[in-house]
């Protein structure tokens, strides 16, 4: 079984670590992160997206130029594009990148952050719109001629989408914890993103979109995608005391700063974790989860590199194919994966074939 590996892209000289105040697009940096996660040995980056940051489908293609083999997952929301435009543009992206575009739908789990750009469905609208919207993103590259549509979010007339994908479609990945997320996931997405939950919830969750996927006449299942964000270090004394350190930056990064109980369920999910314990299995580590609030994906693998890479393959035994490791000190860790992590789950995987 061979697994792919996946980090986040950054576009300025920030980080968990070392936050600066701004938004603004260092391009220089980029570009030195672009060529970091090539010669790390990543197959994705992620763009990701958000209210306040930079357009992902902008940053999307400055990587299209900047690198040369990396797949580049550009993070979506229904929200902000018409389907009809945001599937032109990804098959844009796929040209630009000469066939390495995938997209990541976001349906979203903030009804604040949603509101920030003018959508104001309901969770479950959200979710009937996501499915809507992918049905209408592979329509639009598999038909040929003009072709009219009239549902329950989206309407339009005689749209001829001559720009196809480079191998005929783009493939969409998907994510979320709630029963609407399984249900829609489950039936039409191609990977199924999850975020780095104990190896029996995770197995559940496997199981729960396996099932859905039957349930949806399936006859495959989508990958499965998982995310953590490993902390290593040359001993595992080091390693803990790096991780503590860590702990203790986030929580001063954000004392004072208001919170309030995750509306998504991962979010909750995560947190449940970390009230359960502070150690799961091999190497989770929730701690950093609770001092976040659990934004995003905020579990680690703490340990050596040999210790995490096994508990990255425990993940891949349950049927993980893809998985996501970014840091907290953005840059050096990409490199850091790249020396010490990435090359022992390929070796150890292609040991056991």
Do not use: C
Not at 164 to 186: D, H, L, Q, T
């Amino acid at each position: 079984m061979s697994v792919e590996f996946v980090s986040q892209v950054h576009v300025r000289d920030a980080s968990d670590l070392y936050p600066r105040p701004g938004s603004s697009i260092e391009v220089p940096f980029l570009r030195r992160y672009a060529e970091a996660l090539e010669e790390a040995g990543f197959d994705y980056t992620l763009v990701p997206y958000g209210s306040k940051g930079p357009s992902s489908f902008g940053v999307a293609s400055a990587l299209s130029q900047l690198t040369d083999r990396i797949k580049i997952i550009v993070a979506q929301r229904p929200n902000i594009f018409h389907p009809t435009v945001a599937a032109q543009a990804l098959a844009t992206l796929d040209h630009l990148s000469e066939g390495r575009a995938v997209v990541h739908i976001i349906s979203g789990g903030n009804n604040a952050e949603q509101a920030r750009q003018g959508d104001y469905l309901t969770k479950p609208e959200r979710y009937e719109r996501t499915a809507e919207f992918i049905e209408i993103l592979r329509a639009a590259w598999s038909t040929e001629g003009p072709w009219s549509h009239n549902g329950p979010y989206y309407r339009f007339d005689d749209l001829v989408s001559d720009l196809k994908p480079v191998n005929g479609s783009i493939p969409i990945s998907f994510g979320g914890s709630s029963p609407e997320a399984f249900a829609v996931g489950s039936a039409l997405a191609d990977i199924y993103a999850l975020w780095g939950e104990p190896l029996a919830q995770t197995a559940e969750q496997i199981a729960a979109i396996r099932a859905g996927a039957r349930a949806a006449g399936r006859t495959d299942d989508p990958r499965i995608w998982v995310t953590f964000r490993p902390i290593i270090a040359p001993t595992e004394a080091e390693a803990w005391d790096k991780a503590h350190e860590i702990l203790g930056a986030l929580k001063r990064h954000r004392d004072g700063a208001h919170v309030t109980p995750p509306e998504n369920a991962g979010s909750q999910r995560l947190l449940a974790a970390a009230a359960a314990g502070e150690l799961h299995d091999r190497a989770l580590w929730t701690p950093v989860a609770a001092a976040t609030n659990a934004a995003g994906a905020s579990t680690a693998l703490v340990g050596t590199p040999e210790v995490v890479a096994e508990a990255i393959l425990d993940y891949v035994k349950l049927g993980a194919d893809i998985v996501s490791i970014r840091g907290y000190d953005n840059l050096k860790d990409v490199v850091d994966y790249g020396k010490y992590l990435l090359p022992l789950v390929r070796s150890e995987l292609a040991a056991r074939v």
